[in-house]
C-alpha cells in the first residue's frame, strides 16, 4: 500500500515537472514580452535594461533552472499587465474559484446519483424519462448557450438572481468566501448549475447504466433470496457497487471543473482564476497563463492521486492486489 | 401422513415475450416432507431452476407463475403480496445458487452480510447476532471463524465461499432450503464436502431440502426422492434407488443409461437422440414423443397425466393401465 502510493507520487512528479518545462517554454515562443510591457516611445536603452532586470537576456537552462526553482516556492514572477506577483493575483483568485467548482461538483453528485439511482430503478415512469431527455439537453448543449439562457431567465426576465459577479464576499484570514451572505450564495447559484450541468448528466447516465448493471449480478439476486428489503439491497448493496466507477470519474471531472470554469467565469464575470486567465489571454500577460497551466495541472495530477487511493478505500479486492503487487 | 413442508400443485410459469408466451413449467406437482432431500434432475432448460425460484418468489417479469398452488408447512404463499413473500424468504426458504464466487457481495465483509441477513429476520441485537453468525460459519465448517468473519469474499477459495453461501442460507433456521446447483462450480473434492454439509444440516435441523442439479452421482448420494424433468414437466419422481435402479418414464431410462460406472467399461454409453425442445416448439402430445423409442400413435396427441407406479409416479401413456371398457 505504502509502496503503491509512494509509486503514484513519483509518477506525479514527473508528469508535473514536463508541465513544468512546457509552462517555461511559453517565456520562449509566445513573442517578445519586453514589446508588452513598454510603450512606443521606450528608447533602446530602457528596454535592454527592462530585459536585463526581468532576466530575459540569461541562457535559456539558467532561465528554466531558475523559473523550476521559483515555482516550487509558489513564485511566479511578476504579472506584465498588473505589475503585481502572480502568485498573489491567483491567491486572490483561487477562493472564488475553488468555491465555485466544488459547489458545482457537489451538485453534480447529489443532483446526478439520485437522478440516476431514480432512472434505474424505475425505469419506466414518465419521470426517468424526463430524466434522460434533460441529460441528453445538458450532455449536448455548450455551458456558455445555458449559461446565457439561464442568465435570461432568472436575471433579466424574473429577476430573481444577479446576472454577475460573487456578491459580497466574507473574508476569512486570506481566504474570501461567498458562502456566508445572502447575495454570495445568490450569485453562486447559477454560475454552480451552469458549471455543474454536463457533470450532472454525466453522472446520472453512468449511476443509470452502472446500477442497471449491478441489478443483474448474482449477489442481489442472492441478497433478495436472502430475505432483504428491497430499500437495504438497493441502496446499501447495489449502490455502494455503483459508486465504485463513479468516484473515477466524478474525481477526474473535478479537474475539468475547474479548468473549464474559464467559460463560465467569463459568462458570469465570476472573479476567479479562470477569468484572469481570459484577460491574461488577452494582454499575452505570460507569467499568468505559465502560472495558470501549472496550477490546474498540480489539481489534476492531485485529484488523480487521491482518486487511486480512495479506490481502494472503497473497494477491498484492489487493497490486497495491490499489496500482492507491491 | 404429516403434512409436508413444501407442496407444489400444478405449478405453471410462462414468460410472456413479444412474439408469444412461453410456458416454462406446465403442471408440475411433488411434495417435500420434514427433512427429506428431494432432488431435481433434468437436461439444462427443463425447468428445474424456474420451478426453484417460483417457490422462492423470485421469478421476475417477464415470468409469471400463470397457475397452480405452491403451500409451505400448509400456508398458501404464491402469489402473497412482495413485502410478505420478502419476509418468508431468508426466514423459511433459505436458497444457494450455483455460483459461489458472484453470490457474495464483493465489497462487503461476511459476517457483514451474515448479520444483516440475521437481523433482518430476528431481533437478536448487533452482537447476538455476531456471536451467531460466528456459530453459522464454525457449523458450515469454516476454520477460525472468529477470524475469518472479518473476511471479505475474494479472501475466502471457492468451497470456503459456498460454505459461507450456505451459512447465509441456514441463518434464519429456515424449514426448507432450496440448492440450485450448489456443486456446480466447484472442485469435484470440494463437491462432496459440500454436498455432505447440505445433507447433514438438513439432518441435524429436520430441513426439508430441494436439490437441483444435472449430476446423477449428487442425486445418488444425497436424495431421499427424485424428480426427472423433461420440458417443464415432472416424467417421473420416486424415491431415490427405484428411480435409478429401474427408470421406467423412456427419457428416465435414457438418463439413467447415460451415466458412465466403472463396472461396465465395455459398454458404450447410450445416447438419447435429438435434445431438448426449445420452449417455442414443444410438441403436442408427450413432449418427448419425437425422441422416444417407444412412441405410439397416442404419445404424439394426447399429454400423459402422471401415474402411479408403486413408489414411483410417472407421466408415460406406456403404463396407462388398461382401459376397463372399450369404447
Keep these: ?122 425505469r419506466d415512469t414518465v419521470l ?199 | 401422513m404429516t403434512q409436508p413442508v413444501l407442496s407444489v400443485r400444478n405449478l405453471e410459469v410462462e414468460f410472456v415475450t413479444r412474439r408469444a408466451t412461453l410456458r416454462a413449467i406446465n403442471g408440475v406437482s411433488f411434495d417435500i416432507a420434514k427433512g427429506e432431500v428431494l432432488g431435481v434432475v433434468g437436461e439444462s432448460g427443463a425447468g428445474k431452476s424456474v420451478t426453484g425460484l417460483a417457490v422462492i418468489g423470485l421469478i421476475d417479469p417477464p415470468g409469471r407463475i400463470s397457475g397452480g398452488e405452491i403451500e409451505l408447512s400448509g400456508t398458501r404463499i404464491d402469489h402473497l403480496p412482495p413485502e410478505e413473500i420478502r419476509r418468508i424468504r431468508g426466514k423459511r426458504i433459505g436458497m444457494i445458487f450455483q455460483d459461489p464466487l458472484t453470490s457474495l457481495n464483493p465489497l462487503y465483509r461476511i459476517g457483514d452480510q451474515i448479520i444483516e441477513t440475521i437481523r433482518t429476520h430476528t431481533n437478536l441485537s448487533e452482537s447476538a447476532a455476531r456471536r451467531r453468525a460466528i456459530d453459522l460459519l464454525a457449523e458450515v465448517g469454516i476454520p477460525a471463524p472468529e477470524k475469518r468473519i472479518d473476511g471479505y469474499p475474494h479472501e475466502f477459495s471457492g468451497g470456503m465461499r459456498q460454505r459461507v453461501v450456505i451459512a447465509l442460507a441456514i441463518c434464519a433456521e429456515p424449514e426448507l432450503i432450496i440448492a440450485d446447483e450448489p456443486t456446480t462450480a466447484l472442485d469435484v473434492s470440494v463437491q462432496a464436502q459440500i454436498i455432505t454439509l447440505i445433507k447433514r444440516l438438513g439432518r441435524d435441523h429436520g430441513t426439508a431440502v ?24 415432472i416424467a417421473e419422481i420416486g424415491p431415490v434407488q427405484e428411480v435409478v435402479r429401474n427408470p421406467l418414464h423412456p427419457y428416465a431410462r435414457g438418463l439413467m443409461g447415460a451415466i458412465p460406472t466403472l463396472a461396465g467399461e465395455d459398454k458404450r454409453l447410450v445416447q438419447i437422440p435429438g435434445s431438448m425442445p426449445r420452449l417455442s416448439a414443444i410438441p403436442a402430445g408427450c413432449p418427448f414423443n419425437p425422441r422416444c423409442a417407444f412412441v405410439f400413435d397416442r404419445c404424439r396427441v394426447e399429454r400423459p397425466e402422471p401415474i402411479r407406479q408403486g413408489t414411483q409416479s410417472v407421466a408415460c401413456h406406456l403404463f396407462e393401465p388398461a382401459k376397463e371398457t372399450a369404447a
Design chain 1, 128 to 326: 426517468a424519462k424526463l430524466f434522460q431527455a434533460v441529460s441528453l439537453i445538458g450532455i449536448s448543449l455548450p455551458t456558455f448557450l445555458i449559461g446565457i439562457l439561464l442568465i435570461y431567465l432568472f436575471a433579466v426576465t424574473l429577476g430573481w438572481l444577479p446576472s454577475f459577479g460573487r456578491g459580497e464576499v466574507v473574508k476569512l484570514g486570506w481566504w474570501t468566501t461567498g458562502l456566508l451572505t445572502v447575495s454570495g450564495l445568490k450569485a453562486l447559484i447559477m454560475p454552480a448549475i451552469t458549471l455543474g450541468l454536463f457533470q450532472m448528466t454525466l453522472i446520472m447516465r453512468l449511476v443509470r447504466a452502472e446500477m442497471l448493471e449491478v441489478l443483474r449480478t448474482d449477489y442481489i439476486r442472492f441478497a433478495r433470496a436472502r430475505g432483504l428489503t428491497t430499500r437495504a439491497i438497493h441502496f446499501g448493496h447495489a449502490l455502494k457497487n455503483t459508486l465504485v466507477p463513479v468516484i473515477t470519474v466524478a474525481g477526474l471531472q473535478f479537474g475539468s471543473v475547474i479548468a473549464f470554469s474559464i467559460i463560465t467565469e467569463t459568462v458570469f464575470q465570476w472573479p476567479g482564476m479562470g477569468l484572469l486567465f481570459v484577460q491574461a489571454v488577452q494582454n499575452v500577460d505570460i507569467p499568468i497563463m505559465a502560472a495558470y497551466l501549472l496550477m490546474v495541472s498540480l489539481i489534476f495530477v492531485t485529484i488523480n492521486l487521491v482518486v487511486d487511493i480512495l479506490y481502494t478505500v472503497v473497494d477491498p479486492r484492489l487493497r490486497s492486489t495491490i499489496s500482492r503487487a507491491a
Design chain 1, 1 to 122: 500500500m505504502l509502496a503503491f502510493t509512494l509509486r503514484r507520487v513519483l509518477q506525479a512528479i514527473g508528469v508535473m515537472l514536463a508541465v513544468g518545462v512546457i509552462a517555461f517554454a511559453m517565456f520562449r515562443f509566445a513573442g517578445d514580452p519586453v514589446s508588452q510591457i513598454v510603450s512606443i516611445d521606450t528608447s533602446a536603452a530602457q528596454r535592454a535594461e527592462i530585459r536585463r532586470s526581468l532576466g530575459l537576456d540569461d541562457p535559456v537552462l539558467v532561465q528554466f533552472g531558475r523559473y523550476f526553482i521559483n515555482a516550487l516556492q509558489f513564485k511566479f514572477g511578476v504579472s506584465y499587465q498588473f505589475r503585481l506577483p502572480v502568485s498573489s493575483l491567483l491567491a486572490e483568485r483561487l477562493p472564488a474559484t475553488l468555491e465555485l467548482a466544488i459547489c458545482a461538483t457537489v451538485f453534480a453528485m447529489v443532483a446526478g446519483i439520485l437522478m440516476g439511482v431514480y432512472s434505474a430503478l424505475r
Design chain 2, 210 to 233: 430441494m436439490l437441483v442439479t444435472h449430476d446423477m452421482g449428487v442425486i445418488a448420494e444425497t436424495c431421499d426422492r427424485v424428480a426427472v424433468m423433461y420440458s417443464g414437466r
